[in-house]
C-alpha cells in the first residue's frame, strides 16, 4: 500500500494527498500514518511545501468528515429509535442513554470532536455521533477542522524530519492504535456485560 501512496503523491502532488486523505477519512483502513508522513519526506526532498503538505491533507480530510457528519445528520438518531429499542443489548446503549448523551453533547461535544481527531482509529469516527446528535455545523467545522490539522502537521512534520525513515512513525503509532482499539472492545464487552434494559414507562 505504501508504493502506491507513494507513486500516487509523487504524480498528482497535493491533489494526490488531498485525495488520499479523502479515502483515508471514508475508508479507515487507508491510513493517514503512511499518507502524512510519505508527504513528508516529500516536502524535505523539496517537491512539495511543508505547509502545502498540511493544508492539503487537512482539506481532503475534512472533506471527509463533512460527508459523514451530513449523512449522520440527514439520518437522524430519532430513525434509529426502533433499533435502540429492538437491539439495546447489542449496542449496548437504551433510549434513555442517548437521551443524556444528547444532554452531554450539547456542553462538551465540542471538545470531544476536537480531541476524536487526534485520536488514532477513532478520529475517523467523530462524525457520526456529531451529526446523529445535531451538533451546530459551525461548531463541528471548526473542532474538526483544529483537530485534523493538529493531526495531519504531527504527521507531515515527522516524515518532515525522519525522511526516508519515516515507517518509524508507524511502528511507534501502531501500539497506540491497537491499544485503543484494545480498549473499545473491552469497554464494549464490559457495558455487554453490565447492560440494564430501561425501564418501560
Known sequence: ????????????????????MFLE???????????????????ARGDLWLPG?????????????????LAAR???IIRLRPLIDKHGRWLTMNWHEVERA??????????FVFLGRMLPTVRSLVSVPAGLLKMRFRTFLVASTIGTAGWTTMLAYAGFKLRE??????????????AILLTL????????WTYKPAEKK
Do not use: C, K
Not at 444528547?102 to 471538545?111: A, L, N, Q, S, V
Not at 515507517?167 to 492504535?177: A, H, K, M, N
Not at 472492545?185 to 455487554?192: H, I, N, S
Open 74 to 76: 440527514a439520518l437522524g
Open 165 to 178: 525513515n519515516f515507517t518509524e512513525v508507524d511502528q511507534w503509532l501502531g501500539p497506540v492504535s491497537n
Open 53 to 69: 503538505v498540511i493544508a492539503s491533507g487537512t482539506a481532503g480530510a475534512m472533506l471527509g468528515n463533512i460527508v459523514w457528519y
Open 102 to 111: 444528547e444532554r452531554w453533547f450539547r456542553t462538551h461535544g465540542t471538545f
Open 1 to 20: 500500500m505504501a508504493d502506491w501512496v507513494i507513486e500516487l503523491i509523487e504524480q498528482a502532488g497535493y491533489l494526490g494527498v488531498a485525495f488520499l
Open 25 to 43: 477519512t471514508i475508508f479507515p483502513p487507508i491510513p493517514s500514518e503512511v499518507i502524512m508522513p510519505v508527504a513528508g519526506v516529500a516536502a
Open 185 to 192: 472492545a473491552l469497554g464494549y464487552l464490559w457495558r455487554l
